[in-house]
């Protein structure tokens, strides 16, 4: 059985693969313009309704006459008016002067719309009391204590004005008859590429030479640049093979230095506690108190690491509980306090009280800790840091500025990529690793938040971000 060539097999299937996306486009256009059309005249009846009731609120239009005198002068061609209460009972039609003979109104599909939601349209239904099929539109109005229903007949002319455009349709036959054309051309020309570039492959499986220059002296033709480029990329991907180890390797490093604070604080108060054997026993308790809170919280950041990797890879869902953050910034603040005072720096965190989302409450940490520790980092001796929150709906604005150096402003838009350093001089001495930064955007993004960062005019960082409640 004779084998069809790739290019031509291609050819079909690609073809076939447009041509049904070309009838779908062309079915899901005339609905399109068909559902255009509808809302369209929809639109102008319920703007007709609206005008009625205001005539009706100012009480300029009273009794049947009135109202079938302002209907038949309106420039809307055999248009139906009814207006019908709350309950359903139709006080006025003025087509059909017959109301008892008028079944209740409000199972209509337009009118329990209406009721619902304000407004409400049916296409072609039939009238039990006309017996013939309308286009209706109705409009509640809550002040008047009824619903305006306009409606026009569904006969040739309406169908007619509906009808969606037929333009398109050429167009669309127009570039498919180009596609085919073009795709025929291309696909004849790849496949011969391709049969050739099935005798690279063979040359390359005996294990001949496939240096670039090789290659161009062997086809210079378009074979050749695709075979170049395969190499290209084979070369590429080996290349980020290679940075996706000094990565982890930089990964690792971070994670080090991640665990080296709850780790340094637990050591720090143990061996205060061990080296002081008259250490009053309020102190020692209150030591012992961070040392648990620290122990914790290496705990917690061992599950973050391995959440953040998850994260990256598109891994499972995480826990959410309730996070008191006023609380958890107070414990951050007294956690930090002696790092404050070494660089004579100060810190507000000017809170509303009891600020509770819903949130990891690792993650949430990391965010707060993180903008400390780098404000406490790289904002400079005797500088400010500030906290500051507000509701905005149902998010909390977080604002976390200081009034210390700042960065330059080509640095902004990559403080948050991990391992990145704006002085790698001065982040290596202060032991930074440029993944704290990267933790807290992460974090925020996780909680279905936002972040910003900028300069101030005045001098220093500030960081805008937003958690929902």
Not at 181 to 199: A, E
Not at 214 to 229: C, K, M, S
Not at 253 to 273: D, M
Request: with cysteine; aromatic share 8%.
């Amino acid at each position: 059985m004779k084998r069809i060539p790739i290019g031509r097999k291609l050819y079909i299937e690609v073809i076939s693969v447009f041509l049904i996306f070309a009838a779908t486009f062309i079915v899901y256009q005339h609905m399109r313009e068909k559902q255009y059309k509808i809302d369209t005249l929809d639109l102008r009846l319920q703007n007709y309704n609206e005008h009625l009731a205001e005539l009706l609120k100012a009480k300029r239009l009273q009794g049947d006459a009135a109202l079938d005198y302002y209907v038949k002068e309106h420039m809307i061609k055999d248009l139906r008016v009814t207006i019908i209460r709350k309950d359903g009972k139709v006080t006025y039609d003025n087509l059909h002067k017959q109301y008892k003979d008028f079944s209740n109104h409000g199972n209509r599909p337009e009118i329990q719309r209406a009721l619902a939601t304000g407004k409400g349209s049916a296409v072609e239904r039939n009238s039990p009391t006309l017996n013939g099929n309308f286009f209706y539109s109705a409009t509640s109005f809550p002040d008047l204590g009824i619903i305006i229903r306009s409606a026009l007949p569904y006969d040739d002319s309406l169908i007619r004005s509906l009808r969606a455009d037929q333009h398109y349709l050429w167009f669309a036959l127009m570039a498919i008859l180009i596609l085919v054309v073009l795709l025929y051309r291309f696909t004849s020309r790849l496949g011969q590429n391709i049969s050739q570039l099935r005798i690279f492959a063979s040359r390359a499986d005996a294990g001949m030479n496939l240096d670039t220059e090789d290659l161009v002296a062997f086809t210079n033709d378009e074979l050749g640049e695709i075979a170049e480029r395969i190499i290209k990329i084979y070369r590429r991907l080996e290349t980020t093979r290679q940075e996706q180890d000094c990565l982890k390797r930089q990964l690792t490093q971070n994670i080090a230095h991640e665990l080296k604070t709850p780790v340094a604080g637990i050591q720090g108060y143990l061996e205060t506690i061990l080296e002081t054997p008259n250490l009053d026993e309020g102190t020692r308790q209150r030591f012992l108190e961070r040392s648990f809170a620290q122990s914790q919280r290496l705990t917690s950041l061992l599950q973050d690491i391995s959440l953040l990797n998850q994260m990256d890879d598109g891994g499972r869902m995480v826990a959410f509980t309730t996070v008191d953050v006023s609380q958890m910034v107070e414990d951050i603040a007294g956690e930090t306090a002696l790092q404050f005072s070494k660089k004579n720096m100060t810190f507000r965190h000017d809170l509303p009280a009891n600020i509770v989302i819903k949130g990891n409450t690792s993650m949430i940490y990391s965010i707060f800790r993180n903008l400390i520790d780098n404000a406490i980092a790289y904002a400079g001796p005797g500088t400010t840091l500030t906290l500051t929150a507000n509701r905005e709906g149902n998010d909390w604005h977080f604002i976390c500025c200081d009034n210390g150096v700042g960065v330059a402003p080509e640095h902004l838009s990559r403080l948050f990529e991990r391992f990145y350093r704006v002085d790698k001089g001065r982040s290596r001495k202060m032991g930074g690793t440029g993944l704290g930064l990267a933790i807290v955007k992460n974090a925020v993004l996780l909680h279905r938040g936002t972040i910003h960062v900028s300069n101030q005019p005045t001098g220093g960082l500030r960081f805008d971000f937003t958690l929902p409640q």
